[in-house]
């Protein structure tokens, strides 16, 4: 017979110290500032501090000059804005051509857009050379479009001869009736590109499903379009159109290589007319104040689209 088993030892349940739960080693309480600062501290220096900088020399008489001294003048340079007809000529102007190159360049690239998204061959190719425009410096892009549009030399009128629709040549950037759509022309080509990957990528996320499920109820293509993707879209089509209007109303060196602000201020945009005030005339603290009331008039402007775009949605 065998010897019986020893019972295993009883074990008894841990006590309140083994119970305890470890401490969490705490960290310091800078480290989210440490970790953001190398991306904070450029916007700090190159966005915030020039803003800053700007707003204050408008509420001065600030000029060119060595030992000119700045004096304090509040708000006397928007007082004299106010009645500046010639400020108030070149926001209007600023004002035709944002808006005409803002929506130019959603029509463009919409239309684009819905091309470069069919299952075509060489699609790759198409989407590489779209974005060759964007890819160019303005004042390159300045430069290839004066040859464009020279009276004589130019491409355009060439083309223009050839087909017998003029006689002689025509000059795009010096005529009062031409110059403005000639270079609205010019800046919807060049943002163009920008605006189509934008909606091309809106494009893609939307379900296929859906417009399998538009066309099995006998929905057509633009039923589909307006009923289906342009829903989808409206987020993208917000944004993009924002970010668009706020780039082409602070726009600079295109127009400035193409006309100078000319012929007889007709395409002078409103940084354009900032510029010269500043750097021909050295009124600094006048030019400032062009800057901040530029600003504040887009910020209104684009609240006002964004809120009603978003009473849209609701």
């Given at each position: 017979?065998?010897?019986?088993?020893?019972?295993?030892?009883?074990?008894?349940?841990?006590?309140?110290?083994?119970?305890?739960?470890?401490?969490?080693?705490?960290?310091?309480?800078g480290?989210?500032?440490?970790?953001?600062?190398?991306?904070?501290?450029?916007?700090?220096?190159?966005?915030?501090?020039?803003?800053?900088y700007?707003?204050?020399?408008?509420?001065?008489?600030?000029?060119?000059?060595?030992?000119?001294?700045?004096?304090?003048?509040?708000?006397?340079?928007?007082?004299?804005?106010?009645?500046?007809?010639?400020?108030?000529?070149?926001?209007?102007?600023?004002?035709?051509?944002?808006?005409?190159?803002?929506?130019?360049?959603?029509?463009?690239?919409?239309?684009?857009?819905?091309?470069?998204?069919?299952?075509?061959?060489?699609?790759?190719?198409?989407?590489t050379?779209?974005?060759?425009?964007?890819?160019?410096?303005p004042?390159?892009?300045?430069?290839?479009?004066?040859?464009?549009?020279?009276?004589?030399?130019?491409?355009?009128?060439?083309?223009?001869?050839?087909?017998?629709?003029?006689?002689?040549?025509?000059?795009?950037?010096?005529?009062?009736?031409?110059?403005?759509?000639?270079?609205?022309?010019?800046?919807?080509?060049?943002?163009?590109?920008?605006?189509?990957?934008?909606?091309?990528?809106?494009?893609?996320?939307?379900?296929?499903?859906?417009?399998?499920?538009?066309?099995?109820?006998?929905?057509?293509?633009?039923?589909?379009?307006?009923?289906?993707?342009?829903?989808?879209?409206?987020?993208?089509?917000?944004?993009?159109?924002s970010?668009?209007?706020?780039?082409?109303?602070?726009?600079?060196?295109?127009?400035?290589v193409?006309?100078?602000?000319?012929?007889?201020?007709?395409?002078?945009?409103?940084?354009l007319?900032?510029?010269?005030?500043?750097?021909?005339?050295?009124?600094?603290?006048?030019?400032?104040?062009?800057?901040?009331?530029?600003?504040?008039?887009?910020?209104?402007?684009?609240?006002?689209?964004?809120?009603?775009?978003?009473?849209e949605?609701?």
């Amino acid at each position: 017979m065998a010897p019986p088993t020893a019972a295993p030892p009883r074990t008894e349940p841990p006590g309140p110290a083994a119970r305890r739960p470890r401490r969490r080693q705490r960290t310091g309480g800078g480290t989210p500032w440490a970790l953001i600062a190398p991306a904070l501290v450029p916007v700090v220096l190159f966005s915030v501090a020039p803003l800053l900088y700007g707003f204050y020399l408008s509420l001065t008489d600030a000029r060119a000059g060595l030992n000119v001294d700045a004096g304090f003048v509040g708000l006397g340079n928007f007082a004299d804005l106010l009645a500046d007809g010639d400020f108030w000529a070149s926001f209007r102007i600023g004002l035709v051509w944002s808006v005409g190159v803002t929506a130019l360049q959603l029509l463009a690239g919409m239309g684009l857009a819905l091309l470069l998204d069919l299952d075509l061959r060489l699609r790759w190719v198409a989407r590489t050379l779209a974005m060759v425009p964007w890819a160019m410096p303005p004042v390159i892009v300045g430069l290839m479009w004066k040859l464009v549009y020279h009276p004589d030399a130019g491409i355009l009128n060439a083309a223009l001869r050839d087909a017998g629709l003029v006689s002689g040549g025509i000059d795009w950037l010096n005529d009062f009736s031409y110059v403005l759509p000639a270079i609205i022309v010019v800046g919807v080509w060049t943002g163009m590109p920008q605006t189509t990957i934008v909606l091309l990528a809106g494009l893609q996320g939307v379900p296929r499903e859906l417009h399998e499920a538009a066309q099995v109820d006998g929905a057509g293509v633009w039923r589909r379009f307006r009923a289906v993707t342009l829903p989808q879209l409206r987020t993208v089509i917000t944004t993009i159109t924002s970010l668009n209007f706020v780039w082409n109303m602070n726009e600079f060196a295109l127009v400035y290589v193409l006309t100078q602000g000319g012929p007889g201020g007709r395409t002078r945009l409103p940084m354009l007319y900032a510029y010269e005030e500043a750097f021909r005339y050295g009124f600094f603290g006048y030019a400032a104040a062009m800057g901040v009331a530029i600003v504040l008039v887009v910020l209104a402007v684009l609240g006002m689209y964004l809120r009603r775009r978003m009473r849209e949605a609701e």
